[in-house]
């Protein structure tokens, strides 16, 4: 911890942050403690979230079983909607409030997770759809209340979403993701196993890989908390609070862990050891980024995905078109870390570091190209395309993506410079191509 970025308070600005998250096993073959975890909660009726194609691997029936042997009384949800989109959600939500569990179970990537807490959400305290959806583009009206019992059980190491109180999805009326975002939300608990990446395509480890890289280095680099304006009242401090000591301590083990076994892990679905370690990543920067919050990858990543045309990439279901999550974020990453170096050289020096770059000799002037040179290896190392252009976008689509980009301020806020619409044209004409 560099103790120096939290010494002054800025005027008006928070003096404390506040640090949560779900109860965490982790451990290879813990799936089967699902049950018994379901019970000792008070479920009786389970719902059980995942999507067809987790629904026919072995992890899914163990799941299954290790419900039924307790006791638990189990309904199925497996049309889970691959990125989730309003409608989705909605669909999920009418199932559950028809089959009314008392606890629910996801079983998936950030998808399956996602559904199921805007399921508990809208089935729990129904309402119109936009009355939770983050201001501006709903009117982010507060979380009634507790939600029903959740057990998240992530299959990839990647979005971090069994550990935070935030739900994504697409809106169609304005195609561009958007969120849900409250502590309501959270599991109640997250097992995460790391048997369940084994069967993981190698496209798939390489764009969740590089979220989970992303969620770190965003949070690292986040506006700290005290430069923050402080909560009207201690309950109402946000969880994307900023950057922070305890974020900083997952964000450093998980940049450490991405340089030393990333590739290793895309490249070889036999190398049990790295794709362990990235699960961890994944843990430890879904912590982080849920008490710090990300910023500007991850809003303008939400215009990527949202607006894309035909780009269908290998490794994920080929009936429409998608830009997948972890890979909308990185794209944007180099040109954003080149730009928000300035606000904290040693931070994005560090960072650089970490992830195994020579920084030997470096000025803080260098910080934002060691950092965004770095990433641009990684990138092609695991076999991500050439900035937008290789998903379909160019000069033409810049004004589409900034006004998709411009309403997330929940994240351009935490950024540590001013994101204002210029900027994004900037920085996204930047991410059209790195090589
Ligand atoms: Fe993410």
């Known amino acids: 911890m560099r103790c120096c970025h939290y010494d002054h308070v800025g005027e008006g600005c928070d003096s ?32 059980l979230f995942s999507d067809e194609r987790l629904a026919r691997l072995p992890y899914f029936e163990k799941v299954r079983q290790s419900l039924s042997a307790a006791g638990l009384d189990v309904v199925v949800y497996t049309d889970v909607h691959v990125e989730p989109t309003d409608q989705s959600f909605l669909d999920a939500a009418r199932f559950a409030s028809e089959a009314r569990p008392d606890g ?41 209340g507790p939600l029903k019992p959740h057990i998240a059980c992530p299959t990839t190491s990647g979005t971090g979403s069994e550990v935070t109180g935030i739900t994504i ?3 169609l009326s304005i195609q561009a993701k958007t969120g849900i975002a409250s502590l309501a939300l959270r599991p109640t ?28 280095l965003e949070s690292y680099t986040a506006r700290p908390y005290v430069r923050r304006p402080a909560p009207a009242r201690p309950s109402l401090r946000p969880m994307s609070q900023g950057a922070n000591p305890w974020s900083d301590l997952g964000c450093r083990e998980a940049l450490r862990l991405m340089g030393e ?30 008490n710090a919050g990300v910023h500007a990858p991850h ?22 078109p998608l830009v997948p999550h972890g890979m909308a974020v990185i794209l944007n990453a180099p040109a954003v870390f080149r730009y928000t170096a300035e606000s904290s050289p040693d931070r994005h020096l560090e960072a650089a570091e970490w992830l195994g770059a020579d920084v030997r000799g470096a000025t803080p002037g260098d910080a934002g190209e060691v950092l965004a040179g770095k990433l641009i290896h990684l990138m092609r ?11 379909g976008y160019s000069e033409s689509d810049l004004a589409p993506l900034t006004e998709g980009a411009f309403p997330q301020q929940r994240l351009l806020q935490n950024a540590p410079r001013e994101m204002t619409r210029p900027v994004l044209t900037q920085l996204f004409r930047q991410a059209l191509s790195y090589w």
């Not at 590739?263 to 036999?270: E, L, Y």
């Open 261 to 290: 076994y990333l590739v290793r892990g895309v490249t070889d679905a036999q190398d049990h050891e790295a794709r362990e370690q990235l699960m961890w990543a994944a843990t430890l920067a879904g912590i982080a980024f849920g």
């Open 381 to 391: 190392a695991v076999s991500i395309p050439n900035g937008l252009t290789g998903v």
């Open 299 to 320: 809003g303008m990543a939400y215009a990527v995905a949202g607006l894309v045309r035909d780009f269908r990439p290998s490794g994920y279901p080929q009936h429409e």
């Open 169 to 171: 999805f697409d809106l």
């Open 104 to 144: 629910y179970v996801s079983l998936g990537g950030g998808s399956v997770i996602d559904t199921c807490k805007g399921a508990n959400l809208y089935a729990t305290y129904p309402a119109d759809f936009l009355t939770y959806v983050n201001a501006p583009v709903g009117a982010g009206r507060p979380v009634p």
């Open 16 to 47: 404390a942050f506040t640090v949560d998250t779900s109860r965490i096993t982790f451990g290879r073959g813990c799936l089967a403690e699902v049950g018994d975890r379901a019970r000792a909660l008070g479920m009786k009726r389970v719902a």
């Open 189 to 216: 608990e997250a097992l995460i196993d790391p048997d369940c990446t084994e069967s993981l395509p190698s496209e798939v480890v390489a764009a969740s890989g590089l979220d989970v890289l992303s969620h770190a």
